[in-house]
């Protein structure tokens, strides 16, 4: 059961990062795409933006891939788990904690799901687990 809740974990985690990076990079789902986002971080003073943009957008994006795979969870999970680290110290701790307000709830909920899968491992329904890759 351990097993089927960290796949569980792994998917819903994934699907999310997917999601968001491809509206940083590709403007999908109504997102910004990169000049957008780079807009977003130049006012935010994060330079240089477009590289950062793309940055986070691959972190989110491929990082979010790796997750729902089981795959380099470890790599994975330190990434989402810095660039919602980011996020919440960027744009969302002087909003207060609840989403509805802009605050890091969400972000907070992220990075705890991404603490988990890095301290418990992808379990065995995994590309790590397939390739004995266990940490």
């Known amino acids: 059961m351990v097993d089927l809740a960290l796949l569980v974990l ?11 990076g491809a509206q940083k990079l590709f ?17 935010l003073g994060i330079r240089p933006s477009y590289p950062m943009a793309v940055v986070v957008g691959a972190v989110e994006f491929f990082g979010g ?9 470890p790599v994975a999970a330190v990434g989402l788990i ?18 509805q307000n ?5 972000n907070l909920t ?6 988990a899968l890095l301290l418990a ?9 397939a390739f004995g890759l266990f940490w």
């Open 10 to 20: 792994r998917l819903v985690l994934g699907v999310i990062f997917v999601a968001h």
């Open 82 to 99: 810095l660039v919602m680290l980011g996020a919440i110290l960027t744009v969302h701790l002087r909003n207060g904690f609840f989403n």
């Open 65 to 73: 891939i790796l997750a729902a795979l089981g795959f380099l969870t």
């Open 110 to 115: 992220l990075i705890g799901v991404a603490l």
């Open 27 to 43: 403007g999908s789902f109504g997102g910004p795409g990169l000049k957008g986002t780079a807009g977003f971080f130049e006012q």
């Open 102 to 106: 802009g605050g890091y709830e969400f």
């Open 121 to 129: 491992g992808a379990g065995s329904y995994s590309l790590d687990a």
